[in-house]
């Protein structure tokens, strides 16, 4: 079985920095504005334009944030303390850091068709991509591309090294499912939005978004399920978008919510949601629910068999409907823990039913691919098909990533 490696990679870019609040506690805020308001207006009108010379160019709009940051502070000033509009500026600077939101890694990828082809045939593609700084904090970036009609694949690459977080952002925590709710400005390219964390269920990282193309009576949506980490426990959330530009986040509920790894089916199985779980770090499990938000069963769906995956195996994204089945692509972890590609064909009426699946690995980490933060690691979060041919976006090693291209037909011929 041939594999067709792009020449493209992406690599981690210490310049993609994010800017944050921190420290916003009412004994520092009103300690700090008492020693920057003791300064002349000379002196703190040159202490800001010297901030502005350092990092204006290292964001799109170093005012609007740092005004957006002076706003959670403001209740904490002392009354009747009047400030120059420079003088909230220089005020937030304080309380305002840059956090390199890919200084560890740019890894574990998902890939989605984003609207219907136009009319000379390109299909356009959003991909995901895991980002990790400091303190192994990860958040949800975004890449735009397109394949053409002799099937070459382009990415738009970024023209900035610029990273936006939403413009604002809202938290029901009285819904039972933590709704949070994000909305960027249209204006900002999609390379530029980032999904940083926002509740304290998820303040260490978001973790392994596996997008997914869903379509039923109502239209088209995008949901990306994804593992929410405060530090010690896990969350299983959900994300919905339309457009990339709002999107609302849910946490999963019900007893089978309770591991890593789920991969929701881009439809509904006989009027069913359907998703892809673990239960268990060893096996994979389907599970069905009348709600996208509670899944309280999981069935025993595929076991460890073959001397690359004994350890444990799991899914690398939805499943992929094809004429000949469901096509899901999975992740095997053998001797060394050498993370390896695998995948399996479901029944399409009944995807409780496995028809096939390959004897030996799809892909795996070659010699230029097994150094990183985590070696000999080939993952991937998310596949798709296109004119007969699967595209498989892929982390090395947990540091980079990088995309392989295979043959459908090759693939179904080599399993068994």
Same mark, same amino acid.
């Given at each position: 079985?041939?594999?067709?490696?792009?020449?493209?990679?992406?690599?981690?870019?210490?310049?993609?920095?994010?800017?944050?609040?921190?420290?916003?506690?009412?004994?520092?805020?009103?300690?700090?504005?008492?020693?920057?308001?003791?300064?002349?207006?000379?002196?703190?009108?040159?202490?800001?334009?010297?901030?502005?010379?350092?990092?204006?160019?290292?964001?799109?709009?170093?005012?609007?944030?740092?005004?957006?940051?002076?706003?959670?502070?403001?209740?904490?000033?002392?009354?009747?303390?009047?400030?120059?509009?420079?003088?909230?500026?220089?005020?937030?600077?304080? #309380?305002?850091?840059?956090?390199?939101?890919?200084?560890?890694?740019? #890894?574990?990828?998902?890939?989605?068709?984003?609207?219907?082809?136009?009319?000379?045939?390109?299909?356009?593609?959003?991909?995901?991509?895991?980002?990790?700084?400091?303190?192994?904090?990860?958040?949800?970036?975004?890449?735009?591309?397109?394949?053409?009609?002799?099937?070459?694949?382009?990415?738009?690459?970024?023209?900035?090294?610029?990273?936006?977080?939403?413009?604002?952002?809202?938290?029901?925590?009285?819904?039972?499912?933590?709704?949070?709710?994000?909305? #960027?400005?249209?204006?900002?390219?999609?390379?530029?939005?980032?999904?940083?964390?926002?509740?304290?269920?998820?303040?260490?990282?978001?973790?392994?978004?596996?997008?997914?193309?869903?379509?039923?009576?109502?239209?088209?949506?995008?949901?990306?399920?994804?593992?929410?980490?405060?530090?010690?426990?896990?969350?299983?959330?959900?994300?919905?978008?339309?457009?990339?530009?709002?999107?609302?986040?849910?946490?999963?509920?019900?007893?089978?919510?309770?591991?890593?790894?789920?991969?929701?089916?881009?439809?509904?199985?006989?009027?069913?949601?359907?998703?892809?779980?673990?239960?268990?770090?060893?096996?994979?499990?389907?599970? #069905?629910?009348?709600?996208?938000?509670?899944?309280?069963?999981?069935?025993?769906?595929?076991?460890?068999?073959?001397?690359?995956?004994?350890?444990?195996?799991?899914?690398?994204?939805?499943?992929?409907?094809?004429?000949?089945?469901?096509?899901?692509?999975?992740?095997?972890?053998?001797?060394?823990?050498?993370?390896?590609?695998?995948?399996?064909?479901?029944?399409?009426?009944?995807?409780?039913?496995?028809?096939?699946?390959?004897?030996?690995?799809?892909?795996?980490?070659?010699?230029?691919?097994?150094?990183?933060?985590?070696?000999?690691?080939?993952?991937?979060?998310?596949?798709?098909?296109?004119?007969?041919?699967?595209?498989?976006?892929?982390?090395?090693?947990?540091?980079?990533?990088?995309?392989?291209?295979?043959?459908?037909?090759?693939?179904?011929?080599?399993?068994?």
């Amino acid at each position: 079985m041939q594999v067709q490696k792009l020449d493209f990679k992406l690599e981690p870019n210490f310049r993609r920095v994010i800017a944050l609040s921190y420290n916003i506690e009412k004994t520092h805020v009103q300690r700090i504005a008492q020693y920057v308001m003791r300064m002349t207006a000379e002196e703190r009108e040159g202490l800001f334009s010297e901030i502005e010379k350092n990092f204006a160019d290292r964001h799109r709009d170093l005012e609007k944030f740092l005004l957006n940051f002076y706003r959670q502070m403001e209740k904490y000033l002392p009354s009747g303390m009047r400030l120059s509009h420079a003088d909230r500026l220089l005020l937030a600077s304080y #309380f305002t850091k840059e956090y390199s939101i890919e200084a560890a890694a740019l #890894f574990n990828p998902s890939i989605v068709p984003f609207e219907k082809p136009a009319p000379d045939g390109d299909q356009r593609f959003v991909m995901s991509l895991r980002a990790t700084g400091e303190g192994h904090i990860s958040s949800v970036e975004f890449i735009q591309g397109k394949i053409n009609q002799k099937g070459e694949i382009f990415f738009k690459m970024p023209e900035s090294t610029f990273a936006t977080g939403p413009e604002r952002v809202t938290v029901d925590y009285d819904s039972p499912y933590q709704t949070i709710e994000m909305q #960027f400005d249209a204006q900002i390219p999609l390379a530029e939005r980032v999904i940083f964390p926002v509740t304290d269920d998820e303040i260490n990282g978001i973790e392994d978004l596996r997008l997914v193309r869903f379509e039923d009576e109502s239209g088209t949506v995008y949901f990306g399920t994804y593992t929410a980490y405060d530090g010690h426990q896990i969350q299983s959330k959900l994300l919905e978008t339309t457009d990339f530009t709002t999107f609302r986040s849910y946490a999963l509920q019900g007893r089978a919510v309770n591991d890593k790894g789920m991969a929701l089916f881009p439809e509904k199985i006989d009027g069913q949601y359907a998703m892809i779980s673990r239960q268990d770090g060893i096996n994979l499990y389907i599970m #069905f629910s009348d709600s996208l938000y509670d899944w309280e069963k999981a069935e025993l769906l595929m076991e460890p068999q073959m001397p690359w995956e004994l350890t444990k195996v799991g899914n690398c994204g939805s499943p992929i409907k094809t004429e000949a089945g469901w096509l899901l692509v999975t992740h095997g972890v053998g001797p060394m823990r050498k993370y390896q590609l695998g995948a399996v064909l479901l029944d399409l009426k009944n995807p409780r039913k496995i028809i096939a699946r390959l004897k030996d690995p799809l892909l795996g980490p070659d010699e230029s691919e097994r150094e990183g933060y985590v070696p000999n690691v080939i993952y991937t979060c998310g596949n798709m098909l296109h004119q007969g041919k699967l595209i498989v976006p892929y982390a090395m090693s947990d540091s980079a990533s990088g995309v392989a291209v295979f043959n459908l037909q090759e693939i179904l011929q080599e399993m068994e």
